[in-house]
């Protein structure tokens, strides 16, 4: 009597419970979808800003190194007449940024400080120089989706020992010039340089 009575309350149990309706499953589905979307458009966007925030601080670097070498090489015999980055294209059209050494108007070293041999003070082509001897990359290339906002603010840097003075070609219209790089989801980072030579960011 006792089993019979226990079965009949466990069928009664059971029998009473219900599962989700389709709908309701269609709608938990749907809300996970949601956010599961929301999640990695958000990771993009942080992966994109990251990638920015590293390049930035890629150019950066570069121009600090241009602007190290040109003072620590200034009393060394056959140093360049100054050393600069240039921002460009390379032959395929890709994005890419150079340290190069800014000779005199022979193409030679030795004319820095005569009149009429000296530097034009942006990259002329063939003005790279070894890197085994400078142990840093001469050529940078800017990451997959990353690309300079043209007009360039600027396209060569040149720092002139002993300073060094910062000559910035185009010329900018007040003391300073801007470089900008942008994603291919449209953020964008700002390098900023004056005459000065001082490097700023926003």
């Not at 390379?90 to 940024?97: A, I, L, R």
């Not at 800017?142 to 003075?165: A, C, H, N, Q, R």
Request: proline content about 4%.
């Amino acid at each position: 009597m006792k089993k019979k009575v226990l079965t009949s309350y466990f069928l009664l149990l059971t029998s009473s419970q219900k599962g989700f309706t389709l709908v309701e499953i269609l709608v938990t589905v749907s809300v996970m979808a949601m956010l599961s979307s929301a999640l990695v458009l958000h990771n993009r966007s942080n992966q994109s800003q990251l990638v920015l925030y590293r390049e930035q601080a890629k150019i950066i670097n570069t121009i600090l190194r241009a602007k190290s070498l040109a003072l620590n090489t200034y009393d060394t015999a056959g140093a360049p007449c100054a050393y600069g980055v240039h921002f460009g294209k390379d032959s395929k059209g890709n994005w890419e940024y150079r340290i190069f050494q800014d000779l005199d108007a022979n193409s030679e070293k030795t004319g820095c400080s005569t009149d009429g041999l000296k530097a034009d003070n942006k990259y002329s082509g063939g003005e790279s120089p070894n890197s085994e001897d400078l142990d840093l990359p001469i050529v940078e290339k800017l990451s997959s989706g990353i690309k300079f906002s043209e007009p360039l603010g600027f396209t060569d840097i040149v720092f002139i020992p002993p300073d060094p003075t910062a000559v910035i070609t185009p010329i900018p219209a007040d003391d300073s010039a801007v470089l900008v790089i942008t994603s291919s989801n449209r953020d964008s980072k700002k390098v900023k340089i004056n005459l000065f030579g001082q490097v700023t960011t926003n």
